[in-house]
């Protein structure tokens, strides 16, 4: 190697061989132009160069056609200073990218300053909203501080205007997506603002915002109710189900753990985590391990995750097993939901049926009941004894079934819905798919009782009639076609 490189530097460098090949072409040249100027003159005395400078070698031609010029070497004086100052005034000068060389580069310059201090101050005001929404009401002893996960859906805009109504300080948080009609969720969160509920918009996989919301507000409590809800939608989008059940959950996890103080965290699971359970009713030292549905297998799986972080670092969680919610403002996804919307509209319903015409049934909650169970789960949570990321001390860890503890057959269900529609469905019995569907769930809800006083009061038959008064009411009379708007009438 080393004779190679010691070689090559020895070879004179490309550049200078082309210099000294223009150097012999000006040498040329020069000697040409005396030829020629030379003709039949007498041939001129030898100058000697005044200064031993290779540019000299040009100059004798240009001093022959310009007598009037002083002298060669004044000249050379005078150029060398002149191009010291031009250097001089080149390197001293402001570079054309420098914000003040320009007026236009300049208002640009004043432009980015004005646009930063606008991002400024908007940031300023919503750090400003976020904490005051996040303040109890003053006169509202021991109030708490509630970031709401999932506000603009169906529990948790239920839940957070109950925290709000009593006092307590909601920030809601929630990403709109278009998993069902967005301006459903838009109309929750317009009536949130009106309560004074400050939304952010944002998804709970984005751990930077979350650090601003936690930044902004020392929220004793988290309610996490934002989820991939639904258990036939698994099978056509798999993937929304990790990204927000379980990636979602260890994102907005870790932001619970750093932040100071840590707040206790009570968080949606489902019923759907007992799976093929045959023992009924329901309880929560039954197996989870026989999920039926993907939905089900993530939040089975946010159960394991909520053990890990209650472990590690000692976050207070309490996950609350949610048997079928309905009601006001429900979701448009849900059987009774579409039965209404399909009744009124004179659409053919599909109703389920397991195999040999068994029952398909549901523990159907009605949402107060479920609203009343997650505050009580909020008022009952100890303190989470993790600081700065550490665990200092054991922490609850809790799960719930918040259910009504009195299934009802989905059939049973549309027979309400038409009582109370006055309209016919027009029913198309099936065997239930086997799509994640479990045929029959039943809460044992005495844990509940004992330890949050959790006690429903409201059957199908008046949880129902209160949803179609709202489902009239919020879409309007004319929203069935079947039978004509004069028909239709809440009970
Ligand atoms: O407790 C839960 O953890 C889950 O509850 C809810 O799931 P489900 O109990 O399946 O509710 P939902 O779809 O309303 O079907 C109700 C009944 O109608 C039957 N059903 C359904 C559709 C249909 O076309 N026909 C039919 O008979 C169907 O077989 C079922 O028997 C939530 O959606 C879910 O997010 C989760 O929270």
């Known amino acids: 190697m080393k004779p190679i490189i010691s070689s090559h530097l020895d070879a004179p460098p490309p550049m200078a061989s082309s210099s000294s090949s223009s150097s012999s072409a000006a040498a040329a ?4 132009c005396s030829a020629g100027g030379g003709g039949g003159n007498p041939k001129p005395k030898p100058e000697k160069p005044p200064y031993n400078h290779p540019y000299h070698r040009l100059l004798p031609r240009w001093h022959h056609h310009h007598h009037h010029v002083p002298s060669l070497s004044k000249l050379s004086i005078w150029s060398f200073f002149a191009l010291a100052l031009f250097l001089a005034l080149f390197l001293l000068s402001p570079k054309p990218h420098a914000p003040s060389s320009s007026s236009s580069s300049s208002s640009a310059a004043r432009e980015e300053r004005r646009r930063s201090l606008r991002a400024a101050a908007a940031a300023g005001a919503w750090e400003r909203s976020v904490r005051a929404s996040a303040a109890p009401r003053r006169g509202a002893p021991g109030g ?74 020392p929220f004793s409590h988290v309610l996490h109710l934002a989820a991939q809800a639904g258990v036939r939608h698994a099978l ?3 993937s929304s189900y990790v990204a927000s059940n379980v990636n979602g959950l260890v994102s907005l996890l870790e932001a619970c753990r750093s932040a100071d103080p840590q707040p206790a965290v009570v968080w949606a699971s489902s019923s759907s985590v007992y799976g093929l359970n045959t023992r009924t009713p329901f309880s929560e030292s039954d197996r989870t391990d026989r999920p039926a549905s993907l939905y089900a297998a993530t939040k089975k799986a946010g159960e394991e995750i909520a053990h890990v972080y209650n472990h590690i670092y000692g976050l207070s969680i309490t996950g609350l097993r949610f048997f079928t919610v309905y009601g006001p403002w429900g979701r448009p996804d849900m059987a009774y939901f579409s039965f209404t919307r399909d009744i009124l509209r004179g659409k053919p319903i599909t109703v389920f049926e397991g195999p040999g015409h068994a029952t398909v049934a549901r523990d159907f909650t009605y949402i107060d009941d479920i609203v009343r169970g997650c505050l009580a789960a909020v008022d009952t949570a100890g303190k989470s004894t ?29 027979t309400i819905l038409e009582r109370l529609l006055k309209a016919k469905a027009i029913r198309k019995v099936v065997k239930m ?9 039943h809460a044992n809800i005495s844990l509940a009782e004992r330890e949050l006083g959790y006690r429903p009061t409201t059957n199908l038959h008046t949880g129902l009639k209160k949803f179609v008064r709202w489902y009239l009411d919020y879409y309007g009379k004319k929203s069935g076609r079947h039978g004509g708007a004069g028909s239709i009438s809440a009970s």
């Open 236 to 238: 056509k989008n798999p």
């Open 433 to 441: 798919p086997r799509n994640g569907d479990v045929q029959f769930t």
């Open 386 to 414: 993790g600081s700065r990321g550490k665990k200092r001390g054991p922490a609850p860890l809790r799960v719930y079934n918040l259910g009504n503890t009195a299934p009802v057959p989905v059939a049973e269900l549309v």
């Open 29 to 32: 040249a020069s000697s040409s």
């Open 144 to 217: 708490l501080s509630v970031l709401v996960t999932g506000a603009a859906g169906f529990v948790g805009c239920h839940a957070a205007a109950a925290l709000r109504r009593r006092g307590d300080g909601v920030v809601g948080l929630d990403s709109f997506n278009d998993y069902y009609d967005p301006s459903l969720k838009r109309a929750r969160a317009a009536l949130l603002w009106r309560a004074g509920v400050f939304v952010v918009e944002g998804d709970i996989n984005d751990a930077p915002l979350l650090r601003k919301v936690f930044d902004a507000a």
